[in-house]
């Protein structure tokens, strides 16, 4: 089903110097965890499975490099669904405390990275309070500038990983990155 989080997600509790930022990301099907496996399993695209907590801990390694040290990535928790309209659960909480590695953010930029899907549907990522480009110019190519989502991009696509689009889809290609400043957040830090 479009724009459902069935059967999984990860949700990730982050925050910049000016506000706390809450992201969501698809996955595939999340396993319960078992002795020795504190945090359960995702199902990955080979048809095998990866630690839970390795899937999250490879996505924050990627995303730090998006945002300052002054941005840290708080906590995550994952939640199944019973199928795709049906209320999430929240299952299991990951601690993080993973600060940011890249260049000094923009307070209220807004960069939303976005691939396809293999079921033809999107998979966005957004990046707040973290660094555009210099010009703020959208661009079409993964790996311009600096690599960051060409490396983002192929952990998403990896057939040893779990994360989907919110059509269930693996994601395949990159499209776009465009770049803005985020009215609301200008408003909620007194910009305007």
């Not at 048809?47 to 708080?74: R, W």
């Not at 959208?138 to 690599?147: I, L, N, R, Y």
């Not at 696509?157 to 889809?169: C, L, S």
Request: glycine share 10%; aromatic share 10%; hydrophobic share 35%.
């Amino acid at each position: 089903m479009a724009n459902s989080l069935f059967p999984a997600f990860i949700r990730i509790f982050e925050h910049s110097a000016n506000a706390s930022h809450v992201r969501t990301i698809p996955t595939l099907l999340w396993t319960p965890p078992t002795p020795g496996n504190d945090f359960g399993t995702f199902d990955t695209w080979n048809a095998g499975s990866i630690q839970a907590e390795d899937q999250v801990n490879d996505l924050i390694t990627q995303l730090k490099e998006f945002v300052p040290s002054t941005y840290e990535f708080d906590s995550a928790i994952i939640y199944t669904m019973a199928d795709e309209v049906a209320d999430p659960l929240p299952r299991i909480s990951i601690d993080l405390g993973i600060a940011g590695t890249g260049d000094p953010g923009v307070p209220a930029c807004q960069g939303t990275y976005t691939w396809r899907t293999s079921e033809f549907g999107l998979l966005k990522v957004v990046i707040l309070d973290g660094t555009p480009t210099t010009d703020f110019l959208p661009f079409s190519v993964e790996g311009a500038p600096g690599g960051q989502p060409r490396d983002l991009g192929d952990l998403l696509r990896d057939d040893d990983h779990g994360f989907a689009g919110r059509d269930g889809g693996q994601v395949t290609s990159f499209l776009r990155a465009t770049f803005t400043l985020n009215e609301s957040l200008r408003r909620e830090y007194h910009f305007t």
